[in-house]
Nanobody, 122 residues
Framework: EVQLVESGGGLVQAGGSLRLSCAVSGFTLDEYAIGWWRQAPGKDREQLSCASSIGNYDYADSVKGRFTISSDRAKNTVYLHMNSLKPEDTAVYYC????????????????WGRGTQVTVSS
């Protein structure tokens, strides 16, 4: 059974850091690209970063320089390290798996986790 489980969210003050984890099962990171997305209240879901199945990493301009994605293939887990957090980073954060590539559209992803809430206070 394919599962993606996010963890590591919480409440943090502006300027703080969090590390989110996406633990996957039912496939390996060599088979799927893993993307990190977020959705704030009243806004569309946006992609933040993606780790391809061959180890390439991409970032959205909105988080470049503040967020870092990494993969631990032994643990089948992808991380999102978030620094210099701002109140506008408050959202539910999701990870998703794509059999094809690090696409920019939600429909390109085959599986989604349930999300983890990140709240940044000012």
């Amino acid at each position: 059974e394919v599962q993606l489980v996010e963890s590591g969210g919480g409440l943090v003050q502006a300027g703080g850091s969090l590390r989110l984890s996406c633990a996957v099962s039912g496939f390996t990171l060599d088979e799927y690209a893993i993307g990190w997305w977020r959705q704030a209240p009243g806004k569309d879901r946006e992609q933040l970063s993606c780790a391809s199945s061959i180890g390439n990493y991409d970032y959205a301009d909105s988080v470049k320089g503040r967020f870092t994605i990494s993969s631990d293939r032994a643990k089948n887990t992808v991380y999102l390290h978030m620094n210099s957090l701002k109140p506008e980073d408050t959202a539910v954060y999701y990870c998703a798996a794509s059999r094809l590539r690090c696409g920019l559209a939600m429909w390109e992803y085959d599986y989604w986790g349930r999300g983890t809430q990140v709240t940044v206070s000012s």
